[in-house]
């Protein structure tokens, strides 16, 4: 995880959230005040994000202490302590938000991540993200995937080539698309390109792609894709995934399993913070 990014982040976040100070909190709080408290999980699942809820607390204060129970990828039950948290009053109550907000969003992607991970669990094929994120995330969500034990796709538009429908109409065609890429790029880089039917696929196949990615197929044409290509390329089933019968789909033969909806539509785990004891402290 790359650090100075993760602080960059988490300082925007909480500026956002605090802008010229938290009004409430100050307002009814004395700085002397001192609490300790537990995140704890209201609804089983998957957790993740254990580090960056320290972090968001060292950041806003080091005065915090945060004691994590559970690990990320530690599958947890209604009521398991997450982490046991103590400091100054104003300072917790402050930061709670952005910290639960980033805790329950990851650990929410993970669990998904993990559910359909195991749908399949028998097959071999893998469970994977796509660029369907949320701005400015883009790392810590994926990071949540291979925390459920999903498989990362191409992080951005710079590390993977994936010629999809607008390219290959904008090139003029599959194989000019794939031709053009090949003399380009640098021949450690593989070559993705969507499909829509099997005349594309038997293209794709033909240009030379690593990997096919089959866009939209029901389960009949998909094994037949799959079958068409015979190894000779990586297979990769996308369109709505969230929404097919994955054990279907593995049992085509694909070898990856895309999945929009672990990003972008997922539901955040119910987690939350609750002081246990609080104490003002008056200075003499």
Known sequence: MDYLALDNLLRHA????????????????????????RFFAKEPGVICGVDILCRVFALLDPAVSVN???SDGDRVET??????IAGPARSLLTGERVALNLLGHLSGIATKTAQVVAEIAETHARICDTRK?????????????????????????????????????????ITAAVAAARQTIPHTIKIEVETESLEQVQEALSAGAD??????????????????????????AS?????????????????????GALTHTVRALDLSLR??????????
Do not use: W
């Open 239 to 259: 369109g709505n995934m969230g929404e097919k019968d994955l054990g279907q789909v593995a049992e085509t033969g694909v070898d990856f399993i895309s999945i």
């Open 79 to 84: 009521g398991t302590i997450i982490a046991e």
């Open 133 to 173: 994120t949320t701005p400015g995330l883009r790392a810590l969500e994926k990071y949540a995937v291979k925390t459920g034990g999903g498989s990362n796709h191409r992080f951005g538009l710079f590390d993977g080539v994936l010629i999809k429908d607008n390219h290959i109409i904008a090139a003029g065609g």
């Open 68 to 70: 994590p129970q559970v």
């Open 275 to 284: 002081f246990y004891e609080g104490k003002h402290t008056v200075n003499a």
């Open 14 to 37: 909480l500026a956002e959230d605090i802008g010229t100070g938290d009004l409430t909190t100050t307002s009814c709080i004395p700085a002397t005040a001192q609490s300790k408290g």
């Open 211 to 236: 990997i096919i990615l089959l866009d939209n197929m029901d389960y009949l044409t998909m094994a037949q894709a799959v079958a068409l290509v015979n190894a000779r390329a990586l297979t990769e």
